[in-house]
């Protein structure tokens, strides 16, 4: 039942948004505010299950159907903000908060749940995910992220990994365009190799590109000028949200290359962990990264903490704060990092 505290956010943010002004920023101020505090105030939690919670927690359908009901917290939000929006008069400042408060929510329950729908094996919850990216303008994610990212993880061939001393705001230019471009490339490839037509109905970068059209062409049509543009900005929130979590993930972690040419294979080295409580829940175990791309088809509820990950020192919120500020980030993250890794 802990997990319900994931939809704590999107709670707060539609309560703010529907009491209105300087409450708009509330989903902002208890993402980058609150739960910070909270991970200061709460314990870490480094226990693994034994075999048998395993098994029960892998039997339970109901740690599923927690991500499900995401998709209709996601596009409820996304029709009361456009409605909101387009029938109100609001001030700019009013706005800037629901947009940002959008971004928010987009970002956490709907690109991070997609992250996790996107590696399962049956087709409705792929469908799932690819749905929940839609909103923030990020559906080539589902191709990248799965036939580039976890392929080429802490190398310099992957547009994901932030390199030792590089900014945030750095990293954000070299992985928006980067992922997107490398989609294109890894959707090439495999059309090649399926000999598929480029409008081929399994070619899922056109079709997703002919759908983030269809996506926004609606919103100017039932919600205007308006609706389009905090749709708009919203989305984008929602996608940096999601690369600094990249950027948090993999920062200054390097994959050795082998003398065959070919990169060292991915352990649970290669990304920061955090076991901080209250991270791990709202972000439904992202924080135990690295145990995600040591067996990347591990399900959210059964993710492990390894003594020989990367640990963080604060938990995904806090970091992604302290990530804003690079000397403040610098200053801590640096001198964890794997000398070995650093040359």
């Not at 927690?57 to 159907?65: A, E, P």
């Not at 439904?284 to 990367?310: A, C, G, M």
Request: charged residues 15%.
């Amino acid at each position: 039942m802990k997990y319900l505290l994931a939809y704590s956010l999107p709670l707060i943010a539609f309560l703010g948004i529907f009491f209105g002004g300087f409450w708009t920023y509330f989903g902002v101020v208890f993402a980058f505010g609150i739960l910070p505090i909270l991970e200061f105030i709460l314990p870490t939690n480094e226990k693994n299950y034994t075999e048998a919670e395993i098994e029960n927690k892998l039997k339970n359908h109901f740690f599923d159907v927690l991500l499900y009901l995401n998709i209709f917290i996601v596009y409820g939000m996304l029709f009361f903000v456009l409605h909101i929006v387009s029938t109100e008069q609001l001030s700019i400042s009013e706005i800037i908060g629901i947009v940002l408060s959008l971004g928010v929510v987009l970002g956490s329950n709907g690109i991070n749940v997609a992250h996790e729908l996107g590696h399962r094996e049956k087709l409705y919850e792929r469908i799932i995910g690819k749905l929940l990216l839609i909103p923030s303008h990020y559906t080539h994610f589902f191709i990248e992220h799965n036939h580039g990212h976890h392929l080429h993880v802490s190398t310099p061939e992957d547009p994901s990994t932030a390199k030792y001393n590089q900014t945030l705001y750095a990293f954000w230019i070299q992985t928006v365009f980067g992922t997107y471009t490398k989609a294109w490339k890894i959707q090439k490839k495999l059309n090649q190799l399926e000999n598929r037509s480029f409008f081929s109905l399994k070619n899922d970068m056109f079709w997703f590109t002919i759908i983030q059209v269809c996506y926004l062409l609606t919103i100017y049509y039932f919600f205007g000028y308006i609706g389009l543009s905090v749709a708009f900005i919203a989305g984008i929130v929602g996608f940096l949200l999601l690369e600094t979590i990249n950027y948090i993930e993999h920062y200054g972690l390097k994959r050795n290359l082998l003398p065959s040419g070919r990169y060292e294979r991915v352990s649970e080295k290669h990304s920061w962990n955090s076991n901080h409580f209250i991270g791990r829940i709202m972000l439904y175990e992202l924080t135990r990264h690295s145990d995600h791309h040591y067996k990347s088809q591990k399900k959210y509820q059964i993710l492990e903490y390894h003594d020989t990950s990367p640990q963080m020192p604060f938990g995904y919120p806090t970091s992604m704060v302290l990530s804003l500020v690079p000397p403040l980030w610098f200053a801590v993250m640096n001198k964890r990092i794997p000398a070995e890794m650093k040359s």
